[in-house]
């Protein structure tokens, strides 16, 4: 039996989410599946240690109608190359008609996949009712990343136990999901004089700039960033962290699926669909707003209390 599940979404944090449901695919088939998925969702660093993944195969489609499987063209390019693997059943986490044409045209015969057209969709809810339909289980919503534990134990016996250790996720897909930067150096600032920590700063080359200032304060004498590391050699290093504190953001979900305690910051995402399917997973949301009230469009960036965070740090952390 040959498997392959589509996941069409961009980020690491989609990604980490539908994992719950590729593990349980896997499991009930008794074998590790295929996943067709893009490239921004980091599938082949984040899963690296994942047995329940046969092979990553890379869906081409971007905003500007570019890649290689966009367009006409590119829909015979892929449903060729996947005709060539000879899949026996396929999961859709979409209800594009175009990845149920693409099965047909891969001739794949064992198709399911999400109610055509629908245009509502709660990454989260979704991906949970149609899966448990189609195997007939209850399955969790919280994510779990494989690791390699050997690595994780020796950078363990490198933190020094003196400190607590923070994963700090100052990063975000957009201006208006990042809480300011003075705000984050003035949090390090002040937990530190509480507990002593050191702080990792999970961000990219992109990110150079905020991390430079980061770097060059108060605090920065107590950072290590990921910036020159790859994403699966961060892994190690969160999953010793004793908390997380940030944005919504994929190290968010990173840290969750690792087994992390995290503080997330929520002022311009869906805290229904983003922040509620882990237990790990604490909120603080823009005063005035409730979780339910707090989506895409809020626009609460400078209405998080910086009174609030800190406190719920320091319980957290103790």
């Known amino acids: 039996m040959k498997v392959l599940v589509i996941q069409p979404k961009i980020g690491m944090g989609d990604m980490i989410i539908y994992l ?24 082949s660093e984040i899963l690296a240690n994942d047995k329940s ?34 899949f ?16 047909k045209m891969a001739r794949i015969k064992n198709i399911s996949q999400y109610p055509l057209f629908r245009k509502k969709d709660n990454v989260v809810t979704s991906a949970k009712i149609f899966t448990e339909n ?16 050997k690595k994780s134990d020796q950078i363990k016996n490198q933190f020094d136990k003196n400190y607590k250790h923070i994963c700090l996720g100052f990063s975000a897909s957009g201006p208006t999901k990042r809480w300011d930067l003075i705000n984050y150096i003035k949090l390090c600032v002040e937990i530190n004089k509480k507990i002593p920590c050191k702080f990792y700063l999970a961000g990219g080359k992109s990110d150079n700039q905020l991390i430079e200032k980061i770097l060059a304060s108060d605090v920065g004498g107590n950072c290590f960033s990921f910036e020159n590391l790859k994403i699966s050699e961060t ?3 969160i999953k010793n962290c004793n908390l997380y504190i940030g944005n919504d953001t994929g190290w968010l979900h990173i840290s969750s699926a690792l087994g992390v305690k995290c503080l997330a910051l929520f002022m311009d995402s869906p805290v229904s669909a ?30 998080i209390s910086f009174e609030k965070v800190f406190s719920t740090a320091i319980k957290m952390l103790n």
């Open 134 to 149: 189609e195997l007939n289980e209850i399955i969790s919503t919280q994510p779990l990343i494989s690791f390699d534990k």
């Open 88 to 103: 026996d059943k396929i999961f859709i986490f979409s209800s594009s008609l175009r990845y149920y044409l693409l099965a």
């Open 274 to 303: 983003y922040g509620k399917y882990s237990s790990n997973i604490s909120i603080i949301v823009p005063e005035g707003e409730t979780e339910e009230s707090t989506i895409h469009t809020t626009l609460g960036k400078n209405k």
């Open 53 to 86: 993944i046969n092979e990553i195969l890379d869906l081409e489609r971007n905003n500007q109608n570019s890649g290689t499987h966009d367009g006409i063209r590119g829909f015979f390019h892929l449903s060729n190359e996947l005709k060539l693997k000879k």
């Open 235 to 237: 892994i190690p290093f």
């Open 20 to 43: 719950p449901y590729i593990h349980a695919i896997s499991r009930k088939y008794k074998v590790p599946v295929s996943i067709l998925v893009k490239k921004n969702s980091r599938a």
